[in-house]
């Protein structure tokens, strides 16, 4: 299949130039925070979180709530996986951290008690569908008792299933219990490929459960797909990409695989010479852009694609789309509280992260802590650079002047080095520089970590800890 390699527009939101890409990929964080999680430090604790909760109250607690729920646990180990997860069969090990979880909900919501609503909320993993549906029903209705929800017309409230572990009736059961919007991995239809990475997935089990969530009454259905596994190809996955249009899912994510067997275990099971090459890569890159804007479906940016008619698409066209640690959403400006193994809240102007194991997450719970263990109090320029992400990562363009409101400073003074590194961004094509807009043109959408990373201070900083595990994907 010819793909061409230089500049071809594809859609009038997104543009795809193999040459640019070439020259321009690097390694640079994905900006689901600013400052990013390597820049959280373990001088940051429990006290720093409930000052950040007690000046959220003062302040008239304004925001919405966003409730994060982590569930570790997965039944087998895919073999790309980098998540934080903990492969067992043994299901008690869900009952005793479901224990830990309730204690830990319970003190965030007394610590919330009588602020905002939630209008958000979350579960992701590991595998959320990990644990029964009887543990669901009995977790939500701990989490009602200490937290009040929107109604389901307001609020948006997700959940991340493993199709090979879920039934037709378990969708159905999820749906009643709250759930409005589903997502769910696919990775890739292609038998071949399922096996080269431990996830067999038949295609009639995940359109079945595409089917029951629509039959549900789900408002959106999310698939995610990988390139660049092993086995994969420009034809499996134009197969692939024929199939998952067929289906129609409301929202799309495609990864770039980022083969690191020496940060990621599991990644080592994986046989280096079925990986596909860099140039096949782009070349797929390239093919999963064209399939599916042709089929309809919106740039938002960052792997994510969605319906014109879907609420990030409508959200982002209304410019109020926002950028949190799950991704893109449609609530701007919640208090984040996460909760569970190793997850980050974000709250006030401050994040942070719990404790990364079991045994240490059970253990603060134990003495009746909040087991947080590092984080960060971002200063005045750390949110401004973080509204700045946040503005170009969703929007694709800075308003010069709302930013001169909000801050006492002078835009083209305050970030003159800034400016500079951009002007040779303008000059590669990736974005446009007036005296009131930054502007990202339709092929810099595509590289829009890079030009974040011109805002963010931090990198090719020392760190003040040592962070294991600490490495950016490529932009592209
Ligand atoms: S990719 Fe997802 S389902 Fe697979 S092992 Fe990792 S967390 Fe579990």
């Known amino acids: 299949m010819a793909v061409p390699a230089t500049a071809v527009p594809i859609s009038s939101n997104v543009q795809f130039d193999a040459a640019l890409i070439r020259k321009m990929s690097q390694q640079g964080p994905r900006y ?50 980098a998540c934080n997860k903990i492969i067992t069969k043994v299901r008690s090990k869900a009952d005793e951290y479901l224990t830990y979880l309730k204690r830990e909900i319970e003190i965030q919501g007394k610590l919330f008690a009588d602020m905002n609503t939630v209008e958000q909320l979350h579960f992701g993993g590991g595998t959320p569908t990990y644990i029964s549906d009887a543990q669901m029903g009995d977790l939500l209705a701990h989490l009602r008792k200490w937290f009040r929800f929107a109604t389901d017309d307001v609020g948006e409230y997700s959940i991340e299933i493993d199709p090979r572990t879920v039934s037709p009736e378990r969708v159905h059961s999820l749906r009643a219990q709250g759930f409005n919007r589903i997502s769910f991995g696919v990775q890739d239809f292609d038998e071949d490929v399922q096996k080269a990475v431990n996830r ?33 190809n420009l034809i499996t996955m134009d197969k692939t990409l024929s199939k998952v249009i067929a289906a129609n899912p409301d929202r799309l994510s495609i990864y770039n ?30 093919l999963c852009i064209r399939r599916l ?20 698409a409508i959200a982002q066209r209304q410019g109020r789309l926002h950028r949190n ?56 320029d750390d949110l401004l650079r973080r509204i700045i992400i946040q503005m170009l990562m969703c929007n694709f363009e800075l308003s010069i002047k709302s930013v001169e409101l909000a801050y006492p400073i002078t835009f083209a003074n305050y970030f003159a080095t800034e400016l500079e590194k951009l002007r040779a961004l303008e000059a590669d094509g990736l974005l446009t520089i007036d005296q009131e807009w930054i502007t990202v043109t339709p092929k810099g959408r595509l590289l829009i970590r890079n030009i974040c990373m011109v805002f963010d201070r931090y990198l090719g900083m020392p760190r003040e800890v040592k962070v294991e595990r600490m490495h950016y994907s490529k932009t592209i």
């Open 32 to 81: 689901t925070s600013y400052p990013t999680a390597d820049r959280f430090t373990d001088s940051f604790g429990m006290g720093d979180y409930l000052q950040a909760v007690n000046s959220v109250r003062a302040m008239g607690a304004r925001n919405p709530l966003s409730l994060y729920l982590h569930i570790p646990f997965c039944d087998k180990l895919c073999y790309y996986c």
């Open 200 to 232: 067999i997935q038949p295609e009639e089990c995940t359109l079945g459960v595409m089917q029951a969530a629509r039959d549900a009454g789900f408002r959106s259905i999310s698939i995610d797909l990988i390139y660049g596994l092993p086995k994969q």
């Open 257 to 286: 695989y980022a083969h690191m067997p020496a940060l990621f275990k599991p990644q080592r099971r994986i046989n280096e010479d079925e990986l596909p090459s860099g140039e096949t890569k782009l070349d797929m890159l390239s």
């Open 293 to 312: 804007t042709e089929a309809g479906y919106v740039y938002i940016g960052m792997d994510h694609f969605a319906k014109p008619n879907d609420e990030l």
């Open 325 to 380: 640690f799950q991704g893109y959403s449609t609530h701007a400006e919640a208090e984040m509280v996460a909760m569970g193994v190793s997850a980050i809240s974000s709250v006030g102007s401050t994040y942070s992260q719990n404790e990364k194991t079991l045994e240490g997450y059970y253990e603060r719970l134990e003495q009746g802590e909040l087991p947080i263990c590092r984080g960060i109090k971002m200063n005045v």
